[in-house]
DNA sequence: AAAACTTTTCAAAACGTTTTAAATTTATTT
DNA sequence: AAATAAATTTAAAACGTTTTGAAAAGTTTT
């Protein structure tokens, strides 16, 4: 009402009456529909701007049939970390949903039945989709929505060869990689700081570790590969035990699957009177979120990046257009994380030759 | 689209052709107006039911002029613990507000100038109103929402007496509160570790404190009140450095403002070997955020617990109700943070007899 | 039993947009 | 210059709800 009145709201009519043209043709014109003439579509443009024309969102939506919003569903009780990606990508999310019109609404999901939320959703209001996060492999989620046919996308990759819209980056390559990199360098025992278990990134990401040592011919520990809430204090804690060569000899580099655990493994190595790289290399994934900045490490991390932002666009476009009857096929992105190689990695120390003796890999 | 076809939505018209009635009067009924006799009404409800009706809420927005959407602002590059607060209100008030039919979205707000955000999203967008939360002294968004006349309703509070909806607690008392019990407990050298000075909830215990100190004669040491970001390692960084004792005696108590930096203040305190709370007290304000609990700190900690989102419905409703053309004087909730004493707070020890040498409280 | 109320229902308009089908104008061909 | 085709515009309907003003049904009063 406030607003309504302050910003007495000009509607296409207004602007028919201002130039003597009917409704649909400014509407027309203003959508960029081909069979309106050039000088006329300058016109209703100015005039458009002139006086502040804003289409009213609420009438699209009345006779489009859609509402206009998408849901994401909050995991609550959540870890730390977990609660600052999805921040992350709820804010990029919204600001590129803005871009399509779209507006993004949440819930909260805080019962058992992992579905149970979407299904409230749907009831509660007509939402156009749903943008799934974080998924476990072969996620109920996803079954459901695929099920009952509404549009989703997922950041992240549940299965191997989707039929749903999604984006994410390699995971397998960034343990790959990471692996790679600490290979080339002459080291032989890597630990990997994994993230939990249940998620489909940590399992990709495990196995892209236990695939690389196994084909570089490295064992790998028992111990060795860790799942581990990403927070500090795992990350310390984890360190400290495998610094402590309860499990053989110490590992020569880490791998942490988030800055969180790195951050702990630093803290750890220097609480050891041990020097990075000197001793130790450290490297880890950075999803480049804005608290915890890879270069403000001492020395300045090693990592696979890839900002979660990033695939924020994509995705909200991918869902939009999915809603619009795209092909869902054609709205798959995977891409690759970045490697950048600072000052937390480095040559094996004289002792790091030998590998571990073989273990079969846990799992 | 996709929903559409599968929920074939039912209509106000559907309901009125299998009942005989008109669209308006199965409006009435449902939205409970007076002028429907009882036995209308009843059948209304029960072809409602079966048919699942749901309203349309882009027709229902699009007759009523109004969007049925808030906008909350997110400041972006915030420090962890205000990201996690502020995902804490989200999260709450997006479900308040389901509840009154409103949808919230978020917009970024990355740059200097603070009402830029505002003015974008209500550019973009047709919003019935805002919220403001963590209100800085004379908040400039407060005083340009207040200047362009649209709805708001602030959580929390950047002037004694606002005119506009608030809902609050009394943060002056929470320090207050704090500082007695330790007072009463013995205790006269007592360190107040405070949010960023910038926050109006800061300065309000700010005051709250050395009020409560003066009252009670407690001079207080220069370096023993301190703004800090609500960080684990800020907690700690100043709990070493006032245990070392550089400002004068150490204190025998903390007051910290958040439970992260009694987290760190515990941490230096054992780091220190000393005893909580044989040698020194420690209290927090608890916010009662899922993932730190003062329960789980050893020992149990003592603090002023007010959950955030009790905030969420109370506003909610309020920004509804204000949206509807409630008096803003009558949206204003000022209570009372919960004092749960715990095992972290006991009498002071025998060194802390004296208290600080007399020093101008620092600002 | 007619008149005067009261209660209940309804038809129609309104909200602002998009879209369909028809009508007009303009350009091209004969 | 007429006939035809193409380009542009319009009137009207539709989306689903709320609301206004009028009409119908039901009650009470005379």
Redesign the interface.
């Given at each position: 009402?406030?607003?309504?009145a302050?910003?007495l709201?000009t509607t296409l009519k207004d602007i028919g009456i201002e130039l003597g043209l009917s409704p649909a043709t400014v509407s027309r014109a203003l959508n960029g529909f081909p069979e309106v003439s050039a000088k006329t579509r300058d016109r209703v443009q100015e005039a458009a701007a002139r006086l502040g024309y804003?289409a009213?969102?609420?009438?699209q939506?009345?006779v489009s049939?859609?509402?206009?919003?998408v849901g994401m569903i909050?995991k609550?009780?959540s870890?730390?970390r977990a609660?600052?990606t999805?921040?992350e990508v709820?804010?990029g999310m919204?600001?590129a949903l803005?871009a399509r019109d779209a507006?993004?609404?949440?819930?909260?999901d805080q019962g058992r039945d992992p579905v149970a939320a979407y299904r409230r959703m749907?009831?509660?209001?007509?939402?156009?989709g749903f943008i799934v996060n974080a998924p476990v492999m072969d996620d109920p989620r996803i079954n459901f929505l695929r099920d009952?046919?509404?549009?989703f996308v997922v950041h992240g990759r549940d299965r191997p060869s989707p039929d749903y819209p999604f984006y994410t980056i390699d995971n397998f390559a960034v343990a790959a990689e990471s692996v790679q990199l600490l290979a080339a360098l002459g080291h032989k025992r890597i630990a990997y700081l994994n993230g939990p278990e249940l998620y489909s990134h940590a399992v990709r990401r495990r196995a892209g570790y236990l695939d690389t040592m196994a084909k570089l011919g490295l064992p790998v520990a028992e111990g060795a590969l860790t799942h581990n809430e990403p927070s500090e204090a795992a990350g310390y804690r984890q360190a400290v035990t495998l610094l402590a060569g309860q499990r053989g000899e110490r590992p020569t580099a880490f791998i942490c699957s988030s800055m969180l655990l790195a951050d702990g493994v630093m803290r750890a190595i220097k609480d050891q009177k041990l020097s990075v790289p000197g001793d130790v290399s450290v490297m880890a994934h950075d999803d480049d979120l804005?608290?915890l900045r890879a270069m403000s490490f001492t020395p300045a991390l090693t990592v696979t990046r890839a900002p979660l932002r990033d695939a924020c666009s994509p995705l909200a476009n991918d869902l939009m257009d999915l809603?619009g009857?795209a092909d869902p096929f054609h709205l798959q992105t995977l891409t690759n994380a970045e490697l950048i190689v600072r000052d937390s990695t480095g040559p094996a120390p004289q002792n790091g030759e030998t590998p571990w003796p073989w273990t079969p890999p846990n799992r």
């Open positions: 009402m406030e607003l309504i302050r910003f709201m804003r009213n969102r609420s009438a939506r009345l049939g859609r509402s206009g919003i909050v609550t009780g870890d730390l609660d600052q999805f921040m709820l804010v919204s600001a803005a507006d993004l609404v949440l819930a909260v749907l009831e509660r209001d007509m939402l156009d009952e046919g509404i549009p804005p608290f809603i009857g």
